[in-house]
């Protein structure tokens, strides 16, 4: 198995995270997210009275919640038990229904059930992913456990009219899901078309393009044999059937109502395949990738096979390609109104080439793509994008979607203009020393009662933002001086040790801050009797408590620099 050889590669993360360095590895292919230590602050719920919710994602940029439980055996004949994945229908009544107060809940579920509720509460949310991920072969023992927990849970959820879904990710499924990181077509199978050629192919160098007109029963058969796997080389699969989801309903209402004017009211879809063979009449494709079309395919799939599409014709190109860069410009191209597009022009900025070449300089590997496959670079334009706007004071900004940052030019320009790779290289790192001193604190037996407090303020998705904010705001206190968070970065003699060596000796200020703005959250809490969460949405609290925090540091170190700090951390005059 080609991902196993991968996932052993990894043994910082195996050290790390244990039994449960698996399953996060693989939730980081599957969400496409190469910051798994960020993936874990945020999301491993795993631990006493976790209610079988071993890990909670809300994902409000794909508009789904995703939960997991996890199993890893170490020996090989050892199966993945099936009552496992029953374990997900406790999960998810806890998550739907369970009292978000109950003495048996520990604080980070409780803090995700309540943030999922008001997702879910705020139409948010379009699907519920129910995952039971091990290192064990697929069996049908826990398939039906997984039919009838998807049957039982789409019913918890039916007050939010969502779909609910059930997968187990197996060696089988996991190894497919690896192999489609480098493969552009997943569906390798030999798929006959059912419908007519258009006109002559065009052929360049580069490529060759068939035009058909197909009928939409054989749409609804591709993706009811081969579901979301169709669409590998897609931004984007199938986002489903609601009310909320319009466009969607309305390609199914045409199907089902007004069959003959489909034709003319669709786009049409773009296949990419290996081959089209044809022999007489007859078409056969090698291979099957949906670029352009997920919603069309997917909205026809959904029909019940009951209702008879063979009346409805689709447009449809269908593109033979043997030129890999080109390929990927055809994709991109087919999805130019995917908002996930930004990243590519951001990949390609030449501000990312001065960013990179100074990484380099400094012996880094920078990366410049996006999601999982940067996961082995040590850092890269989004790992670093959401902590450089926290340590500089846009800790709203922080706080948004990676997809909207760049989405929004403004944004991408805050987090990197005029920001050199030292200084990047230090926000990243206060980045990396806060999800260590959280973990520390977790995996701590017995905490004192502070201790215990500035663990709950974890539970605040925005507090890991908001804490990094406060660090760049009174870092001056550390080092000496008066300077912007902007002016700070790492000593270039500093800089060779690696980012878990400069994390670890960052900690120490990371300790300091955090007991500060404990105390002062505490105290504005209680003084304006408003909830911590409420008081960390609102941006001028921050204002107030980054001048508390600059006048309490100077008085607890009266002036006090540790050579330490100073041989670290250096400041632009």
């Given amino acids: 198995m080609h991902h196993l050889t991968e996932f052993n590669k990894h043994t910082a993360l195996i050290a790390k995270y244990g039994s449960n360095a698996y399953m996060l590895w693989v939730l980081g292919l599957y969400l496409d997210e190469p910051d798994l230590d960020a993936l874990a602050a945020r999301s491993l719920t795993d631990g006493g009275n976790d209610k079988c919710l071993d890990f909670i994602e809300v994902d409000k940029a794909g508009q789904k919640i995703v939960v997991a439980q996890g199993y890893f055996a170490d ?246 390609c043997k030129n890999p860069e080109k390929i990927e410009e055809i994709v991109k191209y087919n999805n130019t109104q995917n908002k996930i597009t930004t990243w590519d022009q951001y990949a390609n900025d030449e501000l990312q080439g001065v960013i990179r070449a100074q990484f380099v300089e400094m012996g880094y590997e920078y990366s410049m793509k996006r999601g999982f496959d940067s996961v082995d670079a040590a850092i890269g334009i989004e790992k670093a994008a959401q902590p450089v706007l926290a340590f500089n004071g846009y800790y709203l900004d922080a706080n948004r979607s990676k997809n909207s940052i760049f989405d929004r030019p403004e944004i991408y320009r805050r987090a990197f203009a005029d920001r050199p790779a030292r200084h990047i290289l230090l926000a990243y790192c206060f980045a990396r020393s806060i999800d260590e001193v959280k973990r520390l604190l977790e995996d701590k037996g017995e905490r004192t009662e502070n201790e215990a407090k500035q663990l709950a303020l974890f539970n605040y998705l925005s507090f890991r933002h908001f804490l990094l904010s406060c660090i760049g705001a009174c870092l001056q206190q550390f080092i000496g001086g008066n300077f912007a968070p902007a002016d700070a970065k790492v000593n270039s003699s500093a800089a060779a040790s690696g980012i878990d060596a400069i994390a670890g000796q960052l900690e120490k200020i990371t300790r300091q801050v955090l007991r500060a703005v404990s105390r002062s959250l505490e105290t504005k809490s209680k003084a304006d009797g408003v909830e911590v969460g409420r008081l960390l949405k609102n941006e001028a609290t921050l204002t107030e408590i980054r001048a508390e925090l600059n006048s309490y540091l100077e008085s607890v170190l009266d002036g006090q620099i540790e050579d330490g700090h100073k041989k670290l951390i250096y400041v632009e005059a």
């Avoid at 806890?94 to 109950?102: E, T, V």
């Avoid at 069309?296 to 593109?319: E, P, Y």
């Fill in 75 to 320: 020996k090989i004949g050892d199966k993945a038990p099936a009552k496992k994945a029953s374990d997900l229908m406790i999960a998810a009544s806890w998550l739907a229904h369970g009292d978000k107060d109950a003495k048996t809940l520990n604080d980070r579920v409780r803090a995700r059930a309540v943030e999922c509720r008001a997702a879910l509460d705020a139409e948010e949310i379009e699907q519920v992913e129910l995952l039971y991920i091990h290192n064990r072969p697929e069996s049908l023992n826990t398939q039906e456990e997984l039919d009838t927990c998807g049957k039982a849970t789409s019913r918890l959820f039916g007050d939010y009219e969502i779909q609910v879904a059930c997968k187990e990710l197996g060696l089988r499924e996991i190894e497919a899901l690896y192999r489609e990181r480098s493969s552009q077509i997943l569906v390798m199978d030999a798929v006959k078309i059912d419908g007519r050629p258009m006109g002559n192919p065009i052929t360049t160098g580069d490529w060759d393009a068939h035009l058909y007109t197909v009928k939409g029963s054989w749409l609804r058969d591709l993706f009811k044999q081969h579901d979301d796997r169709l669409f590998s080389a897609n931004y984007r699969g199938f986002l489903g059937i609601s009310k909320r989801k319009k466009i969607n309903s309305a390609i199914k209402n045409t199907a089902e109502r007004q069959p003959s004017d489909f034709w003319v009211y669709n786009n049409g879809i773009t296949l990419l395949t290996s081959a089209v063979i044809r022999d007489g009449r007859s078409t056969t494709l090698r291979g099957v990738s949906i670029i352009n079309g997920a919603q069309t395919t997917g909205s026809l799939g959904s029909i019940d096979s009951s209702i008879d599409l063979s009346k409805v014709s689709v447009m449809c190109r269908v593109v033979v």
